[in-house]
């Protein structure tokens, strides 16, 4: 799968730029921060995923697939804690992306979001 292969390529470029320009040390000893790390790069990769295919497909497939991930929420919550965090904040204001853009990313970041 194409779209697969460059969405693990556009996630992990743009949060290794995201890391170095917010100076985090990915993989240090803060397991909280690397958790958050963790969810923040899968979201990042589903939400990509989810774009290509509303870009290829339509918004009825885009919209079908957030669906199913909804739906695998109990497997991915566990890598994610509840609420929003400074992390997931500091990594909005980082994209410069149009709003339509980052309400897509909010929306997918939201699903991984672990309830309390």
Known sequence: ??????????????????????????????????????????GFEVTCLSMRLGESCGESARSAFV??????????????EGGPSAL??????????DDERMNKFKETFELFRRKR
Not at 23 to 37: K, R, S
Not at 88 to 97: D, I, L, Q, R, S
């Open 1 to 42: 799968m194409v779209g697969t292969r460059l969405c693990s390529l556009e996630a992990r470029e743009t949060l290794e730029d995201f890391y170095a320009k917010s100076n985090i040390e990915v993989g240090g000893l803060d397991d909280a921060l690397n958790a958050e790390i963790r969810c923040l790069e899968m």
């Open 88 to 97: 997931k904040t500091k990594f909005y204001n980082y994209m410069e992306v």
């Open 67 to 80: 669906t199913v991930v909804r739906r695998l929420r109990g497997v991915m919550e566990s890598q994610c």
